[in-house]
């Protein structure tokens, strides 16, 4: 029987797996198997630097290249799998080759949502943002004075919205929803934002969905909104959300809904295959998430590299991420979801903290704004299982770091 380990896909996720099983002792062969032709790159500053500055490639990259040899990390480029086939523990490769597994990693990322061909998506200057090959696209629309519409308030839209108007770009950005970032954060967390961009002189319409576009020659000229309003426009970016890649696993027979099914090691149905970073749901506290983040591809790939290695572990990690826009940083830690009541907690004219509780006020999720200590103590605590209470939070003559740990932290289990 094979000893390969097979990973497919090399994002965060899938990178991450390979080097961790080289440093958790693993010696035997190990394959990464990637469907774009560079190598394996860092995605969040195609939505912040790199679109405007011309940053060093090597500074992208996840891993230079003489590393996956030293590693022994065999690196197939350009290259998908297309089919797995549990009863011989082999993958089909676009190629026609077959490879055999002991253990098989679906590192599978996900695919940008896009608009609607009937809506005129398919048009030349209308972009999604995912690939390397999409910024490089997206960064010959750049250009100042130009007209841009942004469709989709969540972070993606918001950071490309940000680097359009550094560069001096006319810059729309519209919002189905009543506000923007309506599905990852509060009410006050979205207001600072809007007010952010509106300041720098971002047209925000929330609640105006996209009717259609109108094309010339293949490029989209003009945009008809859902209020009966039109505008004209150069280039059109469509940040309106991403689905998980699960189609192989999903053929195989494996467990698939938002994502594919895993448990607390990243282990699907078929104990020999695993699954981990934006494809993977798994359960955490309760219930079953999927996250799509550097911070978790890269702590479920501690996680089932160890897991493939024999140890004992399982996933208990605090949710973390950020957001770039302007001079703006958004930490936040925790999840949100389900929250009752926030604290807010304003610290200076550009800095605050946003602080969210459960029903049983317990703390479960902090956005700190331009607060890098906020969201450190936030991080703490959360590990710690420790609620500061309301009050506390809300007023800024407490100091963060007079708050004292109670002696039997509320763990959230
Ligand atoms: P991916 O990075 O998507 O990698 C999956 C890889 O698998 C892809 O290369 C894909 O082509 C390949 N693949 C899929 N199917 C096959 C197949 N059958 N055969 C071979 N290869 C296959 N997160 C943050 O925490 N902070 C940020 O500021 C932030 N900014 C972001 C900005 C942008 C523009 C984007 C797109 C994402 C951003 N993210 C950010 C999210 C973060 O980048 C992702 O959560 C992370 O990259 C997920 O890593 P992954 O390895 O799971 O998936």
Not at 125 to 139: G, H, P, Q, S
Request: charged fraction near 25%.
């Amino acid at each position: 029987m094979s000893e390969r380990i097979v990973i497919v896909g090399a994002g965060h996720a899938g990178v991450s797996v390979a080097f961790k099983l080289r440093a958790y002792g693993y010696t035997g062969p190990v394959t990464l198997v990637s469907a774009e032709a560079v190598l394996p790159y860092q995605r969040p500053p195609l939505s912040k630097k790199y679109i405007t500055d011309s940053i060093d490639m090597e500074r992208l990259y996840l891993k230079q290249r003489a590393l996956y040899d030293s590693e022994q990390i065999d690196l197939l480029l350009e290259c998908r799998v297309e089919k797995i086939n549990r009863e011989n523990k082999c993958v089909a490769l676009d190629s026609g080759e077959l490879l055999e597994y002991s253990h098989l990693v679906l590192a599978l990322g996900a695919a940008t949502r896009c608009l609607p061909p009937e809506q005129g998506g398919q048009a030349n200057n209308v972009y999604t943002l995912r690939t390397l090959e999409d910024a490089k696209r997206i960064r010959g629309e750049f250009v100042e004075g130009r007209k841009l519409l942004v469709v989709g308030g969540g972070y993606i839209g918001l950071e490309a919205a940000a680097v359009a108007r550094s560069i001096g770009m006319q810059v729309t950005l519209i919002e189905r929803d009543r506000r923007i970032l309506g599905r990852v954060a509060s009410a006050e967390t979205a207001a600072y934002f809007k007010a952010l961009h509106q300041r720098q002189g971002v047209a925000v319409r929330e609640g105006v969905e996209l009717a259609s576009l109108e094309r010339l020659d293949g490029r989209v000229v003009a945009v008809q909104l859902g209020d009966g309003t039109s505008m004209e426009t150069d280039a059109v970016i469509a940040g309106i959300g991403v689905i998980p890649e699960t189609s192989i696993a999903r053929s195989a027979g494996l467990r698939v809904g938002d994502g594919i099914m895993v448990d607390s090691v990243g282990r699907t149905d078929d104990k020999s295959i695993y699954a981990l970073g934006d494809c993977a749901c798994f359960p955490w506290r309760g219930r079953r998430i999927r996250l799509e983040s550097v911070q978790n591809a890269v702590d479920m790939a501690d996680v089932v590299a160890q897991a493939i290695v024999g140890r004992r572990v399982s996933y208990q990690s605090i949710p973390w991420f950020w957001s770039d826009q302007y001079s703006t940083k958004l930490q936040i830690a925790g999840l949100n979801h389900g929250y009752a009541q926030v604290a807010v907690r304003k610290t200076a004219e550009d800095s605050m903290s946003i602080w969210y509780y459960d029903e049983e006020h317990r703390l479960i999720a902090v956005d700190a704004i331009n607060d890098a200590k906020a969201f450190m103590t936030a991080r703490r605590w959360l590990g710690d299982g420790f609620s500061p209470s309301i009050e506390e939070i809300g007023n800024i003559s407490v100091p963060l770091s007079s708050i004292a740990l109670s002696e039997q932290p509320d763990q959230i289990t």
